[in-house]
Nanobody, 116 residues
Framework: ERQLVESGGGLVQAGGSLRLSCAAS????????IGWFRQAPGKEREGVSC????????NYADSVKGRFTISRDNAKSTVYLQMNSLKPEDTAVYYC?????????WGQGTQVTVSS
């Protein structure tokens, strides 16, 4: 079974840091780009960052550029999202995902709450 499991969320004060992890199983991790999305209460899910499968090319939403860093460890089938200088507007449930052919696989999400 193809599966993604997020962890690392929590409650942090503004200006603090968290590192999220996304552990993959059930597919050839090295062959796929992985993305992070987030959804705040009452808002649509939005893309945060993604990392390619071959050369580790990364992309970021403008709202997190310079503060968040995505990375991957293919040996551990895990993608990380290092989040620094967190702001209250970063509060959301964070999800990782992968597209395998026509199938989108999502994790269950991890809650990040940033207090002011």
């Amino acid at each position: 079974e193809r599966q993604l499991v997020e962890s690392g969320g929590g409650l942090v004060q503004a200006g603090g840091s968290l590192r999220l992890s996304c552990a993959a199983s059930g597919f050839r991790f090295d062959d796929y780009a992985i993305g992070w999305f987030r959804q705040a209460p009452g808002k649509e899910r939005e893309g945060v960052s993604c990392i390619s499968e071959y050369d580790g090319t990364t992309n970021y939403a403008d709202s997190v550029k310079g503060r968040f860093t995505i990375s991957r460890d293919n040996a551990k089938s895990t993608v990380y999202l290092q989040m620094n200088s967190l702001k209250p507007e970063d509060t959301a449930v964070y999800y990782c995902n992968v597209r395998i052919a026509a199938l989108w696989v999502w994790g269950q999400g991890t809650q990040v709450t940033v207090s002011s």
